[in-house]
C-alpha cells in the first residue's frame, strides 16, 4: 500500500513563505509525475504545480513565487512559497503517479495552509 504524506503547512501572513513536503513510501518501484493541488473553501480543486523528471508545471498565479522540486532518492516532492498572498489560502494537497508493477495515481490526505492580510 502506497501513502503519500503531507508536511509544512500553516499559518503565516501576506508576502511570507512557507514550504511544503510530499513523501512517497509503500510498495513501490518509483514515482513519475508529482504535484501539488489546492482547494480554496467553495471552489473546486486546482492544479498549483507538478514536476516530471524533466520538467516543471506552474499555475499563471502562482508563477515567479512558487518553485517545485524533487528528490527522487527519497520520493519526495517539495514546492518553496514565496511571497504568499491571501489568496494563496487553501488545502494543500500532493499527487503523484506511483509506479509498482503498473502506474497508479494517489492523493495525500491534504495539509491547510491559511495566508493571513
Known amino acids: 500500500q502506497v501513502q503519500l504524506l503531507e508536511s509544512g503547512g500553516g499559518l503565516v501572513q501576506a508576502g511570507g513563505s512557507l514550504t511544503l513536503s510530499c513523501t512517497a513510501s509503500?510498495?513501490?518501484?518509483?514515482?513519475?509525475?508529482m504535484g501539488w493541488y489546492r482547494q480554496a473553501p467553495g471552489k473546486q480543486r486546482e492544479l498549483v504545480s507538478r514536476?516530471?523528471?524533466?520538467?516543471?508545471n506552474y499555475a499563471d498565479s502562482v508563477k515567479g513565487r512558487f518553485t517545485i522540486s524533487r528528490d527522487n532518492t527519497k520520493n519526495t516532492v517539495y514546492l518553496q512559497m514565496n511571497s504568499l498572498k491571501p489568496e494563496d489560502t487553501g488545502v494543500y494537497y500532493c499527487?503523484?503517479?506511483?509506479?509498482?508493477?503498473?502506474?497508479?495515481?494517489?492523493w495525500g490526505q491534504g495539509t491547510q495552509v491559511t495566508v493571513s492580510s
Open positions: 499527487n503523484a503517479d506511483i509506479l509498482n508493477r503498473l502506474e497508479y495515481n494517489y
Open positions: 509503500g510498495s513501490m518501484v518509483g514515482t513519475n509525475t
Open positions: 514536476i516530471t523528471r524533466g520538467t516543471t
